[in-house]
């Protein structure tokens, strides 16, 4: 069966320290990927997207994510996180989603 | 201003009765969504559209239903044969089937 695993479930971090958030998917062929984010009381918005190419993607506010296709993974990073980062994130792969991963960032 | 409308925002219903559940598009999508986000479970696929009169069921359609009659509604109805409805409902659409999605507001649905 088709599945996102997203290894974390609740990340705390102080400001400035380097995030990094797994993901690992079950798919054959070729995937389109991507990480969404969502704020407290917002929409989920797209953060980055892989379709091809350069498997190190850069999305909004800093964010990047690389495609490592020999592990099914797909992890996010951000090398200094800030506190307006607390939001819930999710790596999709088609239209499936992760479990998603809460992270808080303490000023 | 483009985007997707989820109405209504809350939503009360009594067990055993069905409620349905809109979800409008101005952004000319052919795909369309409908997910089921619960704590710690990630959002789950309940059905999907990829074509006006055509869906799909996904991961947990059992208790649900939709139509797609035209190109910007993909309205889900939540029966009582769902044995645990009480959730929030996401819709979403994209371009196509595999590209970017764009997100509601949501609908929290509270059955009691």
């Known amino acids: 069966a088709q599945s996102v695993s997203q290894h974390n479930h609740h990340v705390i971090l102080s400001e400035a320290a380097s995030l990094e958030l797994g993901c690992n998917y079950s798919?054959?062929?070729?995937?389109?990927l991507f990480w969404y984010v969502q704020y407290p009381g917002q929409h989920l918005q797209l953060l980055l997207k892989y379709f091809s190419g350069d498997p190190l993607v850069k999305g909004i506010k800093g964010f990047e994510a690389e495609f490592i296709k020999s592990k099914f993974s797909f992890n996010l990073r951000k090398p200094s996180v800030q506190w307006s980062d607390t939001a819930e994130y999710f790596c999709a792969v088609y239209m499936r989603f992760g479990a998603g991963t809460r992270l808080t960032v303490k000023p | 201003d483009g985007g997707i409308t989820q109405s209504p925002k809350y939503l009360f219903r009594k067990e055993g009765q069905n409620v349905t559940l809109s979800c409008e598009q101005n952004?000319?999508?052919?795909?369309m969504y409908w997910y089921r986000q619960d704590p710690g479970q990630g959002l789950r696929l309940i059905y999907y559209?990829?074509?006006?009169?055509?869906?799909q069921k996904g991961d947990i359609a059992e208790g649900y239903s939709v139509s797609r009659e035209k190109k910007e509604s993909f309205p889900l109805t939540v029966t009582s044969a769902q044995k645990n409805p009480t959730a929030f409902y996401l819709c979403?659409?994209?371009?196509?089937?595999?590209?970017?999605?764009?997100f509601g507001q949501g609908t929290r649905l509270t059955v009691v």
């Open positions: 979403a659409s994209s371009i196509v089937g595999n590209a970017e999605a764009f």
């Open positions: 559209s990829q074509i006006v009169n055509d869906f």
């Open positions: 952004l000319n999508h052919d795909a």
């Open positions: 798919y054959g062929g070729t995937v389109n």
